[in-house]
């Protein structure tokens, strides 16, 4: 603002990236003097000082010639916060929304553009610069080519003068789990329709598939074997899904043969005989 001789009290505002103010005071009476000349209640020296963030309160007195005479000027300089941006906690990465992953976060300042990087450690994605409005701000990148795990996520926020960093994760999980099924069995045919899968030995080979998900850990396993597996070979597929939805599966073969050797069954016969030599 303008000064104004017979106006004592101003204020004005500066931007966070400086550093330093100078405040010079131009006597026109070359017989008064500044006898006190403070910020924030320091001494300035060399009509400069370093600004404090938010209100910093400047003074200076002029004494008249006489020495008794005094007037007291005061600056109240208001110094604007720095410029910082958030990032909201993410979501987990799955194949529903890789291809267009969302991250979200917010600004205490207007005229803030942010731009978003993703990195599996080997790989990276990036976002298009998003513009902060509302103090808010979203941006969003194509995350299908990075490994399922920890992505590192690094928001960097930028307005005139000033740059704001923030780091964050997520958990990516596109993948199934991993289904370890048992191995391959031959069982002997209890009847002509085939086995049960009552059958001990087949019961437990059933029971025996796994299935671990890298998020979930430990998870339940299904499968599609018969009520009677027929002679003959039947493939059964194990599967399992994690929380996500995702879905493992792997496959084993149940043989049912027949190994048992056939029963004959001899009757006794009465013949008569046709003469005294017996019957031909």
């Not at 004592?8 to 100078?22: F, H, K």
């Not at 300089?77 to 909201?88: D, F, P």
């Not at 048992?182 to 001990?200: Q, R, Y």
């Not at 792997?250 to 001899?266: F, K, L, M, R, Y």
């Amino acid at each position: 603002p303008a000064f104004a001789s017979d106006v004592l009290e101003y204020t004005a505002s500066i931007a966070n990236p400086v550093t330093s103010v100078t405040f010079v005071p131009i006597l026109t009476d070359s017989f008064a003097s500044v006898t006190e000349y403070t910020a924030n209640g320091s001494a300035v020296t060399s009509n400069t000082f370093a600004p404090a963030d938010g209100t910093n309160s400047v003074s200076m007195t002029v004494t008249a010639e006489d020495g008794t005479g005094t007037t007291t000027y005061a600056i109240s300089l208001e110094r604007a916060e720095a410029m910082a941006i958030t990032l909201a906690s993410s979501d987990t990465v799955t194949t529903v929304n890789q291809s267009a992953y969302s991250v979200s976060g917010t600004c205490n300042v207007a005229d803030v553009s942010v731009s978003v990087t993703f990195t599996d450690g080997s790989a990276t994605a990036s976002s298009a610069a998003a513009a902060c409005t509302s103090s808010s701000w979203t941006a969003s990148a194509d995350v299908s080519g990075l490994s399922d795990g920890t992505i590192t996520i690094t928001a960097v926020g930028t307005s005139p003068g000033e740059t704001s960093t923030v780091t964050g994760s997520a958990n990516k999980d596109t993948a199934g789990p991993v289904v370890s099924a048992p191995a391959d069995i031959t069982v002997d045919a209890e009847s002509a329709s085939g086995t049960p899968a009552s059958d001990a030995t087949i019961a437990a080979f059933l029971q025996a598939a796994t299935a671990s998900d890298a998020t979930d850990g430990s998870v339940s396993v299904t499968n599609d074997a018969p009520s009677t597996f027929s002679v003959g070979t039947t493939i059964v597929t194990f599967s399992a899904a994690d929380s996500l939805g995702n879905v493992g599966s792997n496959t084993a073969i149940v043989t049912v043969e027949d190994q048992s050797p056939p029963v004959i069954t001899v009757e006794d016969a009465t013949i008569a005989a046709t003469d005294a030599g017996g019957t031909a």
